[in-house]
């Protein structure tokens, strides 16, 4: 059992920067990881990648977040971040992290409105 809770969301006007964070519990180092990834998902669209984080950490980003997003883990604190600057109201969505190991395991989400 895999459980994955993200947290950080949060109101922030144009510009400006909030940093999520993704924290995996459970059997995760039974079963082992091999990536950790950021998705999101407006209102009325479909949910996409944003950045993801392999096992030996590197790392890859969406065209929308390149430059922008820095996604980062600390393995001790079994915990994923995303860094977000120079935010803009069309980065409003819920954000979702997904890991993947011998299954995909997603957590709930977290709520990041940018207002202009």
């Known amino acids: 059992q895999v459980q994955v809770a993200e947290s950080g969301g949060g109101l922030v006007h144009a510009g400006g920067s909030l940093t999520l964070s993704c924290v995996v519990s459970?059997?995760?180092?039974?079963?082992?990881?091999?990536?950790v990834s950021w998705y999101r998902q407006a209102p009325g669209k479909e949910r996409e990648l944003v950045a993801l984080?392999?096992?030996?950490?590197?790392?890859s980003y969406e065209e929308a977040a390149r430059g922008r997003f820095t996604i980062s883990r600390d393995k001790a604190k079994q915990t994923t971040y995303l860094q977000m600057n120079s935010l803009k109201p069309e980065d409003t969505a819920v954000y979702y992290c997904?890991?993947?190991?011998?299954?995909?395991?997603w957590g709930e989400g977290t709520l990041v409105t940018v207002s202009s």
């Open positions: 997904m890991v993947n190991s011998v299954l995909d395991f």
């Open positions: 459970g059997n995760i180092n039974v079963l082992g990881l091999s990536a």
């Open positions: 984080i392999f096992g030996d950490g590197t790392t």
